[in-house]
């Protein structure tokens, strides 16, 4: 994901011209920025004063972005003009939509919001609506000028998570580069964090939360809570209690026990909500009434999940991305948490839907059970593909995915994607990908549905447009996706070798004939006549 990394309003002086935002990329890769905005708000009118569209830029081969006052070193790869960047109490914000458009003096929004940071720079002023809007429930970061006789920055170091205040600290400054964190403060997981939610569905057995962490970490002094997403409120807690296992996994079942406050836990508390969102979160308090609005401070871990994924934001968005579950059916289906690389280090963790692992460790998707995918959907025309290129390519996401969970029941969800990409040519949409498995029973139900899918032709809805695959890119069974076209590889191979044969016979009596012609004469033969035999001849 991308994120706010370092903010720097504020210099020595009065030059106010190495002022500075960073943004940061955590797959460490370089990274299209299409669809991303920066806007730039006042704390005193809660409006913005400058707006930035990133599309046509990308970060570097680190995954760093920089955007800063034109003499600032090293080069910003979007210039401003010294003092921009206001000094507070002020905030950065970072959007992705690719429907909306942010102007300058428009109302704060979190609409399309992705990180923030609400800050300042000279005294502790208040700016209540950019607060409540970009970090709810959160304090103002300080951008303490006594840190240090040189210049500082705002620098994220004690986590990954987007919208939180307390992943920041003040730092020397580090342009284009990893922050000064002190190593206490260095970004890194948690000592506990959730592993696994398995979800109570129809008249399946009560779900359980796992955790994971070092073998023997305690868990005094931590409490599971269960979030409602409706009004973002604490529906029951309860304080933990023993140690992580040898294995590093500690698994909770929900069997009807007590909460602290006397509230009785059941396979509801954990039940995926049918409209908004729900959550479970570890917080590092033990004590956290029933109906206390849910919050940042001392979150340790959250994971949120729905039934029907939404656009709209909701009032657990801060605790993190949310992850759709199928709700309907009497299978048991739990959210397990990945670190599925894709083909470079760092790679988020994420979680994906999949079957019950209890006290197990999670089977991720591997490569080595790919199914590749070749096809193509004929459209009218190519704009609305090319002007919304990612919001088109995450709904062709989804609709996929749902066609397969449809078909094989089998627990999938958009992880399963790998590299999936498309190109519009024409009135021609060409889209290629792979669907990665976690076992080879799964493997099967992957091509057994693409068998189907790509049977010409296979019509389905996507943000409300009928489409049909077509024949036309379609790759043959067990065939290697290859450009548009490859089919006929095999003709231009037959008259590449036939051309090339008649070039090397004529090279070879070319090269004969010259050879006869330049052959010296044998002398062995010549008769040799005396001066007086010329003469008589002369």
């Not at 599309?55 to 081969?61: P, V």
């Not at 695959?469 to 069974?477: D, F, Q, R």
Request: one cysteine or more; hydrophobic letters at 35%; charged letters at 15%.
């Amino acid at each position: 994901k991308l994120l706010i990394n370092e903010v720097n309003p504020d210099n020595p002086g009065g030059g106010e011209d190495a002022e500075y935002i960073e943004l940061f990329y955590t797959g460490r890769t370089r990274f299209d920025l299409r669809g991303y905005w920066l806007v730039l708000y006042n704390g005193k009118n809660s409006r913005a004063y400058r707006v930035l569209d990133l599309s046509g830029h990308h970060t570097d081969e680190l995954g760093y972005f920089l955007v800063g006052s034109s003499t600032l070193s090293p080069a910003p790869m979007i210039r401003l003009p010294p003092n921009t960047i206001q000094n507070g109490v002020d905030a950065v914000a970072l959007y992705y939509s690719n429907t909306s458009l942010y102007t300058v003096t428009m109302a704060v929004t979190a609409e399309g919001l992705v990180d923030a940071v609400v800050y300042t720079s000279r005294t502790l002023e208040k700016a209540d609506q950019l607060v409540k809007v970009l970090v709810p429930e959160q304090s103002i970061l300080y951008e303490n000028d006594s840190h240090s006789t040189e210049d500082e920055s705002l620098s994220r170091c004690h986590s990954l998570s987007a919208k939180l205040q307390s992943s920041f600290q003040v730092t020397p400054v580090t342009p284009l580069g990893e922050n000064l964190c002190s190593t206490a403060s260095a970004p890194g997981p948690p000592a506990v964090r959730i592993s696994e939610l398995c979800l109570a569905r129809g008249a399946t057995p009560c779900g359980f939360v796992e955790l994971e962490g070092k073998p023997g970490t305690s868990l005094g002094g931590l409490s599971l809570v269960f979030l409602s997403g409706t009004e973002g409120k604490v529906h029951a807690s309860l304080p933990l209690r023993g140690t992580v296992g040898a294995t590093g996994l500690f698994v909770f079942a929900l069997d009807g026990g007590h909460g602290h406050d006397g509230t009785n836990l059941t396979c509801k508390d954990i039940s995926a909500a049918s409209e908004g969102s729900s959550a479970i979160a570890v917080y590092s308090t033990s004590l956290i009434p029933g109906g206390t609005k849910a919050t940042s401070e001392n979150l340790v871990d959250a994971l949120v999940y729905t039934c029907e994924p939404s656009t709209a934001a909701g009032c657990l968005d801060f605790l993190g991305p949310s992850y759709a579950v199928p709700c309907e059916g009497d299978r048991p289906v739990s959210l397990s948490r990945y670190r599925c690389t894709s083909g470079h280090a760092g790679a988020e963790l994420q979680f994906a839907v999949s079957d019950p692992t209890p006290g197990l460790q999670n089977s991720c998707p591997r490569d080595a059970f790919a199914v590749d995918l070749h096809f193509c959907l004929p459209t009218p025309n190519c704009s609305t593909w090319t002007l919304h290129y990612r919001r088109m390519l995450e709904s062709l996401g989804r609709v996929l995915v749902s066609s397969l969970e449809e078909k094989c029941s089998c627990g999938v969800s958009e992880l399963y994607l790998r590299e999936l990409n498309l190109t519009c040519v024409g009135s021609l949409v060409k889209v290629w990908g792979q669907l990665w498995a976690r076992q080879p029973e799964q493997q099967q139900s992957f091509e057994t549905w693409r068998q189907g899918f790509l049977a010409s032709p296979y019509p389905f809805s996507m943000d409300g447009r009928v489409l049909k695959t077509s024949p036309e890119c379609v790759a043959p069974k067990n065939a290697p996706s290859m450009p548009h076209g490859g089919a006929s590889f095999q003709g231009w191979e037959i008259a590449l070798f036939v051309v090339g044969s008649l070039l090397l016979i004529f090279s070879l009596v070319s090269l004969a004939f010259y050879f006869i012609k330049r052959r010296s004469p044998n002398y062995t033969n010549i008769e040799m006549n005396d001066c007086g035999e010329i003469a008589a001849d002369f």
